[in-house]
């Protein structure tokens, strides 16, 4: 029977299945009514699992919580890893964290579990169907347990590499993703939903420094996806505040409960890993991944894998940030070449082309070929503003425009500004954003282009008065907006020695 024990809990790699198949066998094996193993978390000298065999969910309730390493006769095995053997379990005041069973003299056995020399833990039968435990269970227990020792050695060393290659392979796919094109936000998101994944955790969550001096969640990713952790801030003085800004680590065994902790969400959340995310000396956030309230503790093991995990990703996320402004820096170069060559080629060609017509139309001699001519300068000066106007768009920046009535005037004429070497003015009358609806205020926009456009080409330009009026109504009663852009510089065909040669006033309005 030893011999087919031994054989058989070798036969399986996953470690939580050989642990339960060690319990069980052992029970079969020396006739308890119930056993136990228990997993010893070294760090903190303390059982972190219970593996139980022959309980029902009642006696597993009457346990309660797992016992704290202080006291009780579970706890006896944890400090003091020798083997234990008592013939009457109810009468010994060490008995606590036992199921209790049926009233009555019991028997109790333990002993621990070494992997190589660290104790792993202990295996724990009480109850014998013939009475009280023998020196031969006793050797028979320390037999297999030994032999356990090695079946869990080699489940353990399968699953450290299983979840090493798992986490290997995320941090690879999190870095293809990032280097994809994503938009920051997706970017973090990203991140946290790996890391979630990878760490079996509840949460995975990344904060960022605010302008205050604390930190807010700016990215999560959970099971059920409660919509108030984003948002969510650590204000400043907090004391976990200071080792994440530090770019420390921090792991914590209950969130609800740790001091340090000062947010409304942390009742939610048990074990927890707050992890910097930084490259080059660089702070960019923290990746914190917190598991259920109760949940199992982090290892050693997977807080170095998260650790360089965390590290691979802060990496990808700079490298993704330079990726993205490197080409948002060459759009900018390449539509600035673009209006270059439009205003230096293009316009210059064409206005001389206007001028070569309008000095053959003084010169014509017919009144057809004068009406021709007029309508050839006309077209011409009709596509100079037009092509005036695509490069006071392409001034403006490709990315993050405004999308509001007020921001959209307000970056025309901050474009302008750039080619006619002086800011113009603007002002705003009435609720312009609210009153403005899409459709007046794209072709608000439109006409202000060309007028700022217009204004550029006509000599002596060294004030544009812009106003957006929304409170005037319009000569048919209705209400409207209004667009009125006054210049001083000097009309077409004029010398500027008459003050009405001076100033060009374009006027524009339609209904909200």
């Known amino acids: 029977m030893l011999l087919a024990a031994v054989l058989g809990i070798g036969t399986d790699l996953e470690l939580r299945t050989t642990l339960q198949h060690?319990?069980?066998?052992?029970?079969?094996?020396?006739?308890?009514?119930?056993?136990?193993?228990?997993?010893?978390?070294?760090?903190?000298?303390?059982?972190?699992?219970?593996?139980?065999?022959?309980?029902?969910?009642?006696?597993?309730?009457?346990?309660?919580?797992?016992?704290?390493?202080?006291?009780?006769?579970?706890?006896?095995?944890?400090?003091?890893?020798?083997?234990?053997?008592?013939?009457?379990?109810?009468?010994?005041?060490?008995?606590?964290?036992?199921?209790?069973?049926?009233?009555?003299?019991?028997?109790?056995?333990?002993?621990?579990?070494?992997?190589?020399?660290?104790?792993?833990?202990?295996?724990?039968?009480?109850?014998?169907?013939?009475?009280?435990?023998?020196?031969?269970?006793?050797?028979?227990?320390?037999?297999?347990?030994?032999?356990?020792?090695?079946?869990?050695?080699?489940?353990r060393l399968y699953g450290t590499a299983r979840q090493r290659e798992r986490w290997i392979a995320g941090a690879a796919a999190v870095t293809n993703a990032l280097l994809t094109g994503e938009t920051a936000t997706d970017a973090m998101i990203t991140v946290a939903e790996s890391a979630r994944a990878l760490a079996d955790a509840y949460a995975g969550v990344v904060l960022q420094p605010t302008a205050e001096g604390g930190m807010e969640i700016v990215a999560a990713s959970t099971v059920d996806d409660p919509g108030d952790i984003v948002g969510t801030t650590i204000a400043p003085g907090s004391p976990i505040l200071v080792q994440l800004l530090g770019g420390e680590p921090v792991f914590i065994d209950d969130s609800a409960t740790d001091p340090r902790m000062s947010t409304h969400v942390r009742v939610r959340f048990g074990p927890s890993m707050m992890l910097p995310l930084q490259s080059g000396g660089k702070l960019i956030g923290t990746l914190a991944l917190p598991r259920r309230r109760g949940g199992r503790p982090y290892t050693a093991e997977d807080r170095l894998l998260a650790t360089q995990?965390?590290?691979?990703?802060?990496?990808?996320?700079?490298?993704?940030?330079?990726?993205?402004?490197?080409?948002?820096?060459?759009?900018?170069?390449?539509?600035?070449?673009?209006?270059?060559?439009?205003?230096?080629?293009?316009?210059?060609?064409?206005?001389?082309?206007?001028?070569?017509?309008?000095?053959?139309?003084?010169?014509?001699?017919?009144?057809?070929?004068?009406?021709?001519?007029?309508?050839?300068?006309?077209?011409?000066?009709?596509?100079?503003?037009?092509?005036?106007?695509?490069?006071?768009?392409?001034?403006?920046?490709?990315?993050?425009?405004?999308?509001?009535?007020?921001?959209?005037?307000?970056?025309?004429?901050?474009?302008?500004?750039?080619?006619?070497?002086?800011?113009?003015?603007?002002r705003f009358k009435g609720p312009v954003d609210t009153l403005v609806g899409e459709p007046a205020g794209r072709q608000l926009v439109s006409v202000l282009r060309g007028a700022l456009a217009a204004a550029h080409r006509r000599t002596g330009v060294t004030a544009i008065e812009v106003e957006v009026d929304t409170t005037a109504p319009l000569p048919d009663g209705r209400d409207g907006v209004r667009l009125v852009v006054v210049d001083n510089g000097l009309r077409e065909g004029g010398t500027g020695e008459a003050p009405d040669e001076r100033g060009t006033t374009v006027t524009w309005e339609a209904p909200r």
């Not at 052992?26 to 136990?36: C, K």
């Not at 797992?66 to 008592?86: E, T, Y």
């Not at 724990?124 to 050797?139: I, M, P, R, S, V």
């Not at 209006?339 to 001028?355: K, W, Y």
């Open 22 to 155: 060690i319990v069980d066998t052992a029970t079969d094996l020396i006739g308890a009514r119930y056993g136990a193993l228990g997993v010893v978390d070294s760090e903190r000298g303390r059982l972190t699992e219970l593996f139980t065999a022959g309980m029902s969910d009642a006696d597993r309730q009457h346990i309660g919580r797992l016992p704290d390493g202080r006291k009780g006769l579970l706890d006896i095995l944890v400090q003091d890893p020798r083997p234990l053997r008592i013939d009457d379990l109810a009468a010994d005041p060490r008995s606590a964290g036992v199921p209790s069973g049926r009233p009555g003299k019991r028997s109790f056995l333990g002993v621990p579990i070494r992997v190589d020399t660290e104790v792993f833990g202990s295996l724990y039968l009480t109850e014998k169907g013939g009475g009280a435990f023998t020196e031969e269970d006793q050797g028979l227990l320390r037999v297999l347990a030994s032999q356990a020792g090695i079946a869990i050695g080699n489940a």
């Open 309 to 426: 995990f965390a590290s691979q990703a802060a990496l990808a996320l700079v490298l993704a940030d330079s990726r993205a402004d490197r080409e948002q820096l060459a759009v900018y170069e390449d539509r600035d070449r673009i209006a270059r060559d439009l205003h230096d080629l293009v316009v210059q060609r064409l206005f001389a082309t206007e001028m070569m017509l309008e000095s053959t139309r003084r010169r014509a001699t017919t009144t057809d070929l004068d009406e021709l001519l007029g309508r050839a300068v006309d077209e011409l000066d009709s596509t100079i503003q037009e092509v005036r106007t695509a490069i006071f768009a392409l001034q403006q920046p490709p990315a993050d425009a405004p999308t509001s009535i007020r921001g959209k005037v307000l970056g025309e004429t901050a474009g302008a500004a750039v080619l006619l070497g002086f800011r113009p003015s603007v």
